[in-house]
C-alpha cells in the first residue's frame, strides 16, 4: 500500500512501534525518498496524539488514513475440526467444535487481539479526524462549516 501510495505522489508516513522494522521497510521501498518511518503505539493514547502532533508539525494534514494493523493470539488449528469430519458418525459433533474454539487461547490473548484489532483502530481514526478535515479543506471536498445537527 505504502508503495503504491508513493509511486503516485503521496507522502507516506508508516508507524510501528519497532523503529528498525519501519525504518527497513522504508529503505526497502522508498523510491522517491517519501515514506517515512515514526515510531509510535497505536495501542497507546499519549503515542497517537504525539504521532498526530508530529505529522501536523512536519504535513499540516493528511488525505487518507490506512489503518493496517492486526495480531492474532488465539490462533485456531491449521485443520478447525468440523462437525462434519466423521463420515461415519450420523450426527456432527457440535461438541467437537465447541472444545476446539473453546480450548484455543486464552481470554487474555482474545482480550489483547481485540484491543489492537479493533480499539486501536477506533482510536487512531479519531486521532487523526482533524487532519484528515483539514486534507478535505484543502482540496475543497467539504464546505467551510459543517453541522452534525438537523435543520430546524
Known sequence: IA???ES???TVYIIGRRLEV????AKEN???RKIIPLQGDITCRQSLTKLVETIKARHGYIDLLVN????ARNLLP?????????PTDASPSIK???SVLWDTGSPEGF???FDTNVTAVYFTTVAFLELLQVGNLRRGDLPPVMSLRPPV
Open 111 to 113: 482480550a489483547k487481539s
Open 30 to 32: 522508498n523510491r522517491f
Open 22 to 25: 519501519i525504518e527497513k521497510a
Open 8 to 10: 503516485n505522489g503521496a
Open 78 to 86: 491449521s485443520h478447525l475440526l468440523s462437525p462434519l469430519d466423521d
Open 96 to 98: 467437537a467444535f465447541q
Open 68 to 71: 493496517n494493523t492486526g495480531i
Open 3 to 5: 508503495t503504491a501510495l
